[in-house]
């Protein structure tokens, strides 16, 4: 709840400045589109060269939700992950094998199933290493791409402003103070655009990224003990233990309160 509110002031306060902003710029003299359109665009072309065009228009794509969905696993999930079990505990296969396909978590639902199958030990941890792994290469990818286009930003205000910087000089040859002002303020506006972009905008979100990826290695890594331990055959009262230092941490979106009655009671 305190999240939300925090996350609505937030979004409040930028839109109040935004406004205020175009307030005290009636005539335009602070918003340039071309300036902005050469720094957006320029930084956005160099990024696809300097990874892929998929790479990047897949994280604009699904920005939003890497951003808004932190790594959790609801009741239901969790309910049925303790059913599974006392069910393979107790050795019934078939009713092991229906919790496991109503997992939501691919990474706990695989696990599961491997285990199920009776996969060794050994092979089982090194399988949930690989796709933990990828997990976590992908998500670093995805930082570097933000990093990148944090680097290019400024690059291409500085571009603007020679750009501007020359048209003025040919301004000064025509003896043209009009189009000396206009290139002048142009020049000027691209870095700007190019530090608030990369500043305001891209570097914070980068941060944003790589503290989310953490979360969700901590929870790949949690799902990972819990299928060892299911490995193992642990009573269901030992995955308390595991899960509440994972929903007790001030970011995770799910405290222990919430956990179900099985496992508060287990």
Not at 96 to 102: G, I, L, N, T, V
Not at 103 to 125: C, F, H, K, M, Y
């Amino acid at each position: 709840m305190k999240a939300v509110i925090v996350k609505v002031l937030i979004g409040s306060g930028l839109f109040g400045l935004f406004v205020l902003f175009l307030w005290a710029d009636p005539s335009g003299r602070y918003f340039n589109l071309s300036g902005l359109f050469l720094v957006v665009v320029g930084t956005f072309a160099a990024t696809v060269l300097a990874h892929s065009f998929r790479g990047v228009t897949d994280l604009l794509r699904r920005l939003r939700s890497k951003l808004t969905n932190k790594a959790s696993m609801d009741s239901e999930d969790l309910d049925v992950f303790l059913h599974l079990v006392e069910a393979h505990r107790r050795g019934s296969v078939r009713a092991a094998e229906q919790a496991a396909r109503r997992l939501q978590e691919s990474l706990l639902r695989t696990g599961a199933e491997l285990v199920i199958n009776r996969t060794p030990q050994a092979d089982l941890t090194r399988m949930l290493q690989w796709k933990i792994g990828a997990q976590r290469e992908r998500d670093q990818a995805e930082i570097q791409i933000v990093r990148t286009m944090g680097a290019f930003a400024p690059a291409f205000g500085m571009l603007g402003t020679l750009l501007g910087l020359i048209g003025m000089m040919y301004g000064l040859d025509a003896n043209r103070m009009e189009q000396i002002g206009e290139s002048m303020g142009f020049a000027m506006l691209t870095t700007v655009y190019g530090l608030v972009l990369a500043n305001l905008v891209l570097k914070p979100l980068a941060t944003r990224l790589e503290r989310r990826a953490n979360e969700n290695l901590a929870w790949a890594y949690v799902q990972m003990e819990s299928v060892l331990m299911l490995h193992d055959r642990c009573h269901a009262a030992m995955f308390r233990d595991y899960w509440q230092a994972f929903f007790d941490h001030p970011e995770a979106s799910e405290p222990i309160d919430s956990l179900p009655l099985s496992v508060a009671k287990s």
